[in-house]
């Protein structure tokens, strides 16, 4: 059971560069999102999906899109990469259906724009 | 908007020593959950809290909620080395923002012999 892919691992981009970061669950979540992990200030939300075809910003939107045209995959894509947008990004699933459910997180990607 | 604290920022123990990571929120929730997270490494998930008085406990950890005063705390009993890490809350408010997220700014947890 793979859970939450993220791809790539490690990314370093020059300044206004695109690029997307890859999410995909193996879980049916109809939930997922992408965050940003800066020190000292936890994870802020990006974008959010609560299924295919529907979005909603977070936080921190500005600088990023998304989409999902499945219900695995939720891309996040960086049109001109800007220094401020160096941080860890880990993307997350979630099921609505139980009480019990929790949220389960990729293995994040660490990207550097120079 | 939903505001999560958590306290205190960075923690220095020493092993044997037991102490607590409170957890305040602004507003009411759906669920509580704590992660610990490496240097590193993505968020593993310790516990989450649905109901007001939850209580959960994995070894050396216990997690208790309390929705009323927007509280939750992760104790923690005779530390040992293997638990250094950051530890963070986080609220999802549920209702139409479900699975939308607010995180604490995480507790750096240091273990010394």
């Given at each position: 059971?793979?859970?939450?892919?993220?791809?790539?691992?490690?990314?370093?981009?020059?300044?206004?560069?695109?690029?997307?970061?890859?999410?995909?669950?193996?879980?049916?979540?109809?939930?997922?999102?992408?965050?940003?992990?800066?020190?000292?200030?936890?994870?802020?939300?990006?974008?959010?999906?609560?299924?295919?075809?529907?979005?909603?910003?977070g936080e921190v939107p500005n600088g990023y899109n998304v989409s999902r045209s499945t219900t695995e995959d939720f891309?996040?894509?960086?049109?001109?990469?800007?220094?401020?947008?160096?941080?860890?990004?880990?993307?997350?699933?979630?099921?609505?259906?139980?009480?019990?459910?929790?949220?389960?997180?990729?293995?994040?990607?660490?990207?550097?724009?120079? | 908007?939903?505001?999560?604290?958590?306290?205190?920022?960075?923690?220095?123990?020493?092993?044997?020593?037991?102490?607590?990571?409170?957890?305040?929120?602004?507003?009411?929730?759906?669920?509580?959950?704590?992660?610990?997270?490496?240097?590193?490494?993505?968020?593993?998930?310790?516990?989450?809290?649905?109901?007001?008085?939850?209580?959960?406990?994995?070894?050396?950890?216990?997690?208790?909620?309390?929705?009323?005063?927007?509280?939750?705390?992760?104790?923690?009993?005779?530390?040992?080395?293997?638990?250094?890490?950051?530890?963070?809350?986080?609220?999802?408010?549920?209702?139409?923002?479900?699975?939308?997220?607010?995180?604490?700014?995480?507790?750096?947890?240091?273990?010394?012999?």
């Amino acid at each position: 059971n793979a859970g939450v892919t993220q791809t790539p691992k490690f990314q370093v981009l020059k300044t206004g560069q695109s690029m997307t970061l890859q999410c995909a669950q193996d879980m049916n979540h109809e939930y997922m999102s992408w965050y940003r992990q800066d020190p000292g200030m936890g994870l802020r939300l990006i974008h959010y999906s609560v299924g295919a075809g529907i979005t909603d910003q977070g936080e921190v939107p500005n600088g990023y899109n998304v989409s999902r045209s499945t219900t695995e995959d939720f891309p996040l894509r960086l049109l001109s990469a800007a220094p401020s947008q160096t941080s860890v990004y880990f993307c997350a699933s979630s099921d609505h259906r139980g009480r019990n459910t929790e949220a389960f997180f990729g293995q994040g990607t660490r990207l550097t724009v120079v | 908007e939903l505001k999560v604290e958590q306290n205190p920022l960075f923690l220095s123990m020493q092993e044997g020593k037991n102490y607590t990571i409170y957890c305040n929120y602004s507003t009411t929730s759906d669920r509580l959950y704590w992660y610990r997270q490496d240097p590193g490494k993505s968020l593993e998930s310790l516990f989450v809290l649905l109901s007001n008085g939850a209580v959960k406990q994995e070894g050396r950890l216990m997690a208790s909620l309390d929705t009323k005063a927007r509280l939750s705390t992760l104790h923690i009993t005779a530390a040992v080395h293997d638990l250094s890490a950051t530890y963070f809350c986080a609220v999802d408010p549920g209702g139409t923002s479900y699975g939308k997220l607010t995180f604490g700014q995480g507790t750096i947890l240091t273990v010394h012999p």
